[in-house]
């Protein structure tokens, strides 16, 4: 697969003007699924989701990334450095990003919509995962088992049932999790932290599902129903 950058056509004719400024803004084109970036270095790590080719390598875990940034991000995991704190409950992460998604527990702020449904979310990531329950669209699949998922990440946490790796660990007890968001969980035990707080009572938890859960005391809601058969 050569790597140089096509340039959509600019006297493509398109009948909406506004589609046709959007066109002319994206000049870069994948010519496998056709898919058009801003700039051509984008294209290029673009391309690698077709090649699967990853360049960039951990020397310490041999783990390969599409990008360096990535690596980056994932050294972390073995250095524990984590430069991000919240200034409100103090917890620390190794991304900016990962502190701006976690500081909306505190606020409740939900920025992200789901034009289908109208449910929304604190993290755009999660927008789009949600959008695949719409379409149905599952793209990485497991060459082991054959099961499918809606996020790469899914499919990784996957493979690990098969291959056993736990590469999460806990710095007070040593204890380590094939996902890290199990670790997350995990850390609230020693830590105490609980960041869902029920906006009735006031009671918190450690999970988001442990206070939709509660919720339903208030609410009388019950969704789970039984079918009751008499003899």
Same mark, same amino acid.
């Given at each position: 697969?050569?790597?140089?950058?096509?340039?959509?056509?600019?006297?493509?004719?398109?009948?909406?003007?506004?589609?046709?400024?959007?066109?002319?803004?994206?000049?870069?084109?994948?010519?496998?699924?056709?898919?058009?970036?801003?700039?051509?270095?984008?294209?290029?790590?673009?391309?690698?989701?077709?090649?699967?080719?990853?360049?960039?390598?951990?020397?310490?875990?041999?783990?390969?990334?599409?990008?360096?940034?990535? &690596? *980056? @991000?994932?050294? /972390?995991?073995?250095?524990? %450095? #984590?430069?991000?704190?919240?200034? +409100?409950? =103090?917890? $620390? !992460?190794?991304?900016?990003?990962?502190?701006?998604?976690?500081?909306?527990?505190?606020?409740?702020?939900?920025?992200?919509?789901?034009?289908?449904?109208?449910?929304?979310?604190?993290?755009?990531?999660?927008?789009?995962?949600?959008?695949?329950?719409?379409?149905?669209?599952?793209?990485?699949?497991?060459?082991?088992?054959?099961?499918?998922?809606?996020?790469?990440?899914?499919?990784?946490?996957?493979?690990?049932?098969?291959?056993?790796?736990?590469?999460?660990?806990?710095?007070?007890?040593?204890?380590?999790?094939?996902?890290?968001?199990? &670790? *997350? @969980?995990?850390? /609230?035990?020693?830590?105490? %932290? #609980?960041?869902?707080?029920?906006? +009735?009572? =006031?009671? $918190? !938890?450690?999970?988001?599902?442990?206070?939709?859960?509660?919720?339903?005391?208030?609410?009388?809601?019950?969704?789970?129903?039984?079918?009751?058969?008499?003899?």
């Amino acid at each position: 697969m050569g790597n140089r950058c096509q340039i959509v056509d600019s006297v493509i004719a398109v009948g909406d003007l506004t589609q046709r400024n959007y066109i002319l803004k994206k000049p870069f084109h994948c010519d496998i699924c056709g898919k058009s970036f801003v700039e051509c270095q984008k294209l290029t790590l673009h391309k690698r989701i077709h090649s699967e080719e990853k360049p960039y390598h951990c020397d310490i875990c041999g783990k390969s990334f599409f990008e360096n940034s990535a &690596l *980056t @991000k994932h050294r /972390r995991i073995h250095t524990g %450095e #984590k430069r991000y704190h919240c200034d +409100i409950c =103090g917890k $620390s !992460f190794t991304e900016n990003s990962s502190l701006t998604t976690h500081k909306r527990i505190h606020t409740g702020e939900r920025p992200f919509h789901c034009n289908i449904c109208g449910k929304t979310f604190s993290n755009c990531s999660h927008l789009t995962v949600h959008k695949r329950i719409h379409t149905g669209e599952k793209l990485y699949h497991c060459d082991i088992c054959e099961k499918s998922f809606t996020l790469r990440s899914s499919l990784t946490s996957h493979k690990r049932l098969h291959s056993g790796e736990r590469p999460y660990h806990c710095d007070v007890c040593g204890k380590s999790f094939n996902k890290s968001n199990t &670790l *997350t @969980k995990h850390e /609230r035990i020693h830590t105490g %932290e #609980k960041p869902y707080h029920c906006d +009735i009572c =006031g009671k $918190s !938890f450690t999970e988001n599902c442990s206070l939709t859960t509660h919720t339903r005391i208030h609410t009388g809601e019950k969704p789970y129903h039984t079918n009751r058969f008499i003899a």
